[in-house]
């Protein structure tokens, strides 16, 4: 896409994950499969996008964390986001953030599948998952039908935990053991 934003950021890490699942599944336990069966091959080399995974999931330093880390912050902003990111990537081959994209806040990430540019504008609002004030006063002071629909555990819990990446990532990886459990 000509824009591509946080939404698209969380589809193409869940691409990601679905090729390694992909790798992991036809790949490399197929090739275990045959040595355990004694059967006559040559070994496949296959493109690994591990490094890829890396980027967002690296633990401190990868995007997810200074993501994440930037939405507890509370003068934490899309700029500082940026600009951390940008200091843990300087010598990752799978980030490029050129001169102009520093200017922008942008940055691209060669995907397994292709080169995507991200604009990290809004990146930390809506990872925040912030109900609006006024929703929240709307909810606990409406009428008896609008009250009943207050959900009090919405901004409960730690910080950490109630943005978009940590829930997206833990549901991805729910569902992924969900699909691919022995029956």
Do not use: M
């Not at 606990?140 to 109630?162: A, C, D, H, Q, Y």
């Amino acid at each position: 896409f000509e824009y591509n934003g946080f939404e698209q950021l969380c589809i193409n890490y869940t691409n990601e994950k679905l090729q390694e699942l992909f790798n992991t599944f036809i790949f490399e336990i197929e090739q275990l499969e045959y040595e355990k069966e004694g059967i006559q091959w040559q070994n496949i080399k296959y493109p690994d996008n591990k490094n890829i995974i890396n980027v967002f999931e690296r633990k401190n330093t990868g995007l997810f964390s200074s993501l994440i880390e930037q939405c507890i912050l509370k003068k934490g902003n899309d700029s500082s986001f940026f600009n951390t990111f940008y200091k843990n990537t300087l010598n990752n081959d799978e980030v490029i953030i050129t001169d102009r994209d520093k200017y922008h806040a942008d940055f691209l990430i060669k995907h397994y599948a292709d080169d995507v540019k991200y604009s990290t504008n809004s990146f930390v609002e809506k990872n925040r998952n912030q109900i609006d004030d006024r929703i929240k006063n709307l909810l606990s002071t409406g009428n008896s039908f609008v009250r009943e629909l207050n959900i009090p555990e919405i901004n409960k819990g730690s910080l950490k935990k109630k943005n978009v990446i940590y829930q997206f990532k833990t549901q991805l990886k729910i569902e992924i053991k969900r699909a691919f459990r022995d029956p």
